[in-house]
């Protein structure tokens, strides 16, 4: 199999893992708890996001996408720091509502005054909270980010067994 | 309405400030003693306790402020202090010692006695340059903080701050020997924000942003206590159609939160098809308040002086019933079934002589049979004009909770439905100048209380938030301890169903 063949097999397979079975782990930084009641509806029976494969998972480890909340308060940096790294590659971050696109509080002491000071943001849902139908719009396009992410990836077949 | 005692009985140092409010200014010797002598005239319920510093340098004044929920009226200590040290009031009363901890971190004042203090909004990191109210404390005064040592048998199982999906960020240590609560203790500093430092300079109506979006579960309950500290500061008195329309919205707020409370509760007892249910209802209405007021958390309803949005009765009238009568078949089936009532029962206890030592309020409180209710103990309108019997329960746990919120939910149905034919728009301009004033108002989760004051210009000098979070936090140690085991502490948070972010503001 040439590296183009074999890297098509791994974004197929890639596909098919997270197509059904897409692991978000959320980050509070400082919400107002507003958006957390909205995170929370996602999994009631009007929105049920299981049924598009979509889980919450307690552990980062298990993460393929963070969803973070808040103005990205500073005493959460490293808390914060610690979960994205503890994400394995290729993961998505999600920036949801207006304290975490920076538009409540201004950078100072105690706030960064969005996420994308802190982490590297892929989507950005806006809104005071955004609704459930605006979060699971959210998370379809960071599926859309996650997929080119692993189309990206190269597979170096001798590397591996070096390694 | 019974006639109630007014300023008859208070002691003489006290004058009347505002309606149902009384103020006295005493020296710092004679602090201790004049709260000594307000709790022989009347139960005094400490609400607040906070410290104010008009200009670096200046003068330190501390206010306590009491409930005297008996007599319908607020009595505010003020007191102005100097040195390091200021008279300790949680030597007599408990329920002042969060509040000496949170002055000594903002002021570098200590309470004086010699006891250890608690680490409670700024993070242990912070050094000279992180915002304060007034000035850290000097490195001699900075090693107060109590030490924290778990031995012997127990260890120490760390549990946050980042949680599970829809809880908030919060650090909970949980001692054990393996499953039995031990002890517990709860960081909340992840999530201070700063909002009461945000406000200084601040103009009424910007303020009113930051006040509704610190706590947004609550934010007409801590709107409306801040709304009304605005206007009694002005002088100023709401159109009474714009009192029933934020009425409304205040217990529209009410009856979301306590569905979304039961539904939690649900979750943490893993009863799906109970959670499925509750939170079938929630949406309903957080669809409702979007249809009648705008927003599906009731954000941007109030104004000072008034109202920005008029709620739609139509709405209102045809969905709420039946929102709540689903509400009633849900909650009726839950207390049906056993294997969820007995996780409830005898969970999460407190006393009664826990709530009053440690002055908690609302649901949690009324659970644990104190009858204290701001909208029946401090009416103000349209709340003076309405029948209002606040459910209370004895036995303290977690089932006692659930009992106070779903009356609390019917009650609520039957004030908005009464209110909508008179209620309507109305903002008057209301522009403080120079003085300062409380305001209160009964959140879903209880008692909120705001004191601002404004300068000569018009802009705050000092807004003091006290949201219902902030005085119930400091019992759930107490509820988890009282032989719970590990898979209980949930089941006991969301029965408090407090957030956070109000206690971290």
């Known amino acids: 199999m040439t590296d183009d063949a074999l890297a098509a097999e791994l974004r197929r397979r890639a596909l098919a893992l997270f197509g059904r079975s897409l692991h978000i782990r959320t980050v509070d930084t400082g ?93 950005y849902v806006p809104g005071c909270p955004p609704s459930p139908l605006a979060l699971l719009h959210g998370l379809l396009v960071a599926v859309g980010r996650l997929e080119e992410r692993v189309a990206a990836l190269t597979f170096d077949l001798a590397a591996e067994v070096e390694r | ?155 120490e199982f760390p549990f946050g701050p980042v949680r599970a999906a829809g809880w908030e960020s919060l650090y909970m240590g949980l001692v054990t020997t393996g499953e039995e609560v031990l002890d517990l203790y709860l960081f909340h500093w992840h999530k201070h924000r700063g909002i009461e430092r945000r406000l200084v300079g601040l103009k009424p109506e910007r303020a009113l942003f930051f006040a509704e979006r610190m706590d947004g579960l609550n934010a007409v309950g801590n709107g409306l206590a801040f709304c009304r500290a605005i206007e009694t500061a002005a002088g100023a008195r709401v159109a009474a159609a714009a009192a029933h329309t934020r009425s409304i919205a205040l217990e529209m707020e009410r009856i979301y939160n306590h569905a979304a409370a039961v539904a939690a509760t649900c979750q943490t007892t893993g009863l799906s098809v109970g959670q499925a249910r509750a939170e079938i209802v929630l949406e309903e209405l957080l669809r409702l308040n979007a249809a009648a007021f705008g927003h599906r958390y009731l954000f941007d309803v109030l104004a000072p002086g008034g109202v920005r949005r008029v709620g739609d009765a139509d709405a209102i009238r045809k969905q709420l019933p039946r929102a709540c009568g689903e509400f009633r078949r849900v909650t009726e089936a839950l207390l049906r079934t056993n294997s969820h009532v007995d996780r409830l029962e005898a969970t999460g206890m407190l006393t009664h002589e826990q709530a009053q030592r440690l002055g908690l309020v609302g649901p949690v409180a009324r659970a644990a049979g104190c009858p204290i ?75 909120a209380l705001t004191w601002v004051s404004f300068d000569s210009r018009g802009a705050i000098e000092r807004a003091r938030l006290r949201p219902a979070s902030v005085r119930n936090w400091r019992a759930f140690d107490d509820a988890a301890r009282a032989e719970n085991v590990f898979t209980d502490i949930p089941i006991i948070e969301a029965s408090f169903w407090l957030t956070v972010a109000g206690f971290a503001r």
Request: proline fraction near 10%; charge should be negative; include cysteine.
């Open chain 2, 373 to 447: 209710d701001s909208r029946a103990d401090h009416p103000f309108a349209p709340y003076d004009q309405l029948e209002l019997s606040p459910p209370v329960r004895e036995s303290g746990d977690v089932l006692a909770r659930m009992e106070v919120m779903l009356a609390e939910v019917a009650a609520s149905e039957q004030l908005v439905l009464e209110q909508l034919a008179d209620a309507g728009p109305g903002q008057i301009d209301v522009q403080p100048r120079s003085a300062a004033a409380l305001g209160w108002a009964e959140s879903p989760r209880g008692e």
């Open chain 2, 1 to 155: 309405m019974s006639a109630r005692q007014t300023t008859a009985g208070l002691p003489p140092a006290f004058s009347e400030l505002a309606p149902g409010v009384s103020g006295a200014r005493v020296r710092p010797d004679q602090l201790v003693a004049i709260t000594n002598e307000l709790a022989t005239t009347h139960p005094a319920r400490l609400a607040d306790l906070f410290a104010s510093e008009p200009r670096h340098g200046a003068e330190l004044t501390l206010r306590a402020v009491y409930a005297l929920d008996d007599a319908a009226r607020y009595a505010i200590v003020e007191c102005p202090t100097s040195g390091d040290e200021f008279p300790a009031l949680s030597d007599l009363d408990p329920a002042a010692f969060v509040e000496e901890c949170e002055i000594y971190e903002q002021f570098a004042v200590r309470p004086a006695n010699d006891k250890p203090l608690n680490r409670v909004l700024i993070p242990p990191h912070a050094d000279a340059t992180f915002p304060r109210l007034g000035h850290r404390p000097r490195p001699e005064l900075e090693s107060l903080h109590a030490r924290h040592v778990v031995e012997g048998e127990a260890f």
């Open chain 1, 31 to 123: 919400s107002c708890a507003v958006c957390e009641s909205e995170i929370r509806l996602l999994s009631a029976p009007p929105y049920d996001l299981h049924r598009l494969g979509f889980f919450f998972t307690p552990a980062p480890r298990h993460a393929d996408l963070l969803l973070i909340t808040g103005p990205a308060v500073r005493a959460m940096d490293t808390a914060l720091l610690k979960t994205f790294e503890a994400t394995p590659d290729p993961k998505a971050v999600v920036a949801v509502g207006a304290c975490a696109l920076g538009g409540v509080y201004e950078e100072d002491g105690f706030v960064h005054g969005a996420v994308d000071r802190v982490l590297p943001v892929d989507v």
